[in-house]
């Protein structure tokens, strides 16, 4: 079992920034990828940024040049840099861990889900 706990959401202008983090503990040995993802009311959950235990990452479209993703392994902790936020990245944040993943933008490969962190950016 992995748990996941996302922290650093909160109300920013558009063009600000903002930094998430997730904390993960217990099984967090070999193989695990470790990936964000948003949903806004009424839409489907959507990728945004994964991190591969290799650590190659993936990114959405949407977020690309805009959004980091980045890991410090002494800490199991994953974190989402974001500038340049846009009114349209108001959303719930959730942290997903899994392992041997094939698709790191799938959100069905992944089998542990943090709570969410809510980001709001206003314009």
């Known amino acids: 079992q992995v748990q996941l706990v996302e922290s650093g959401g909160g109300s920013v202008q558009a063009g600000e920034s903002l930094r998430l983090s997730c904390a993960a503990s217990g099984d967090t040995g070999s193989s695990l990828c470790m990936g964000w993802f948003r949903q806004a009311p009424g839409k489907k959950r959507e990728a945004v940024a994964a991190m591969n235990s290799d650590g190659s990452t993936s990114y959405a479209d949407s977020v690309k040049g805009r959004f980091t993703v980045s890991k410090d392994n002494a800490k199991n902790t994953l974190y989402l840099q974001m500038n340049s936020l846009k009114p349209e990245d108001s959303a719930m944040y959730y942290c997903?861990?899994?392992?041997?993943?094939?698709?790191?933008?799938?959100?069905?490969?992944?089998?542990?889900w943090g709570q969410g962190t809510r980001v709001t950016v206003s314009s």
């Open positions: 997903a861990a899994g392992r041997y993943i094939a698709t790191m933008l799938m959100d069905v490969e992944y089998n542990y």
